[in-house]
Nanobody
Framework: QVVLVESGGGLVQPGGSLRLSCQAS????????MGWYRQAPGKQREFVAR???????DYADSVKGRFTISRDDGKNRVHLQMSSLKPEDTAVYYC????????????????WGQGTQVTVST
C-alpha cells in the first residue's frame, strides 16, 4: 500500500507564498509519475501540476508562472512551491502518484494523499 502524506498548507495573504511537500512511502518512487491536484469548496477536483520520472513538468494554465513542482527521488518527496497566491487558489491540495508499491503484491495504480488545506485570504 502506497502512502502519501502532504504537509505545508495553511493560511496566507494574497500575494504570499507557500511550499507544499508530499512524503511517499512503500513506493517505487523513481518510476512514479507524481502530481498535485486541488479541490475548492463546491467544485470538482482539478489538476494543478505533475512531474514525470525524468523531470518533465506540466501545469494547469491557472498556475503557470506562479507554481513550481519538483521531486527529490533520494527522499521520496515531491514539492509544490506556490507564489503570488490568489484567493482563488484556496482549496484542499492533494498529492497524487501513479506508481507501483514497493512491496508484494506491488499494485500499480493511482494513489492519493489525504490533502492539506491552503487558504488565501486577508
Amino acid at each position: 500500500q502506497v502512502v502519501l502524506v502532504e504537509s505545508g498548507g495553511g493560511l496566507v495573504q494574497p500575494g504570499g507564498s507557500l511550499r507544499l511537500s508530499c512524503q511517499a512511502s512503500n513506493i517505487v518512487f523513481s518510476s512514479a509519475l507524481m502530481g498535485w491536484y486541488r479541490q475548492a469548496p463546491g467544485k470538482q477536483r482539478e489538476f494543478v501540476a505533475r512531474v514525470s520520472t525524468d523531470g518533465v513538468t506540466d501545469y494547469a494554465d491557472s498556475v503557470k508562472g506562479r507554481f513550481t513542482i519538483s521531486r527529490d527521488d533520494g527522499k521520496n518527496r515531491v514539492h509544490l512551491q506556490m507564489s503570488s497566491l490568489k484567493p482563488e487558489d484556496t482549496a484542499v491540495y492533494y498529492c497524487h502518484a501513479f506508481a507501483s508499491a514497493a512491496t508484494i503484491p506491488r499494485n500499480t495504480g493511482d494513489y492519493w494523499g489525504q490533502g492539506t488545506q491552503v487558504t488565501v485570504s486577508t
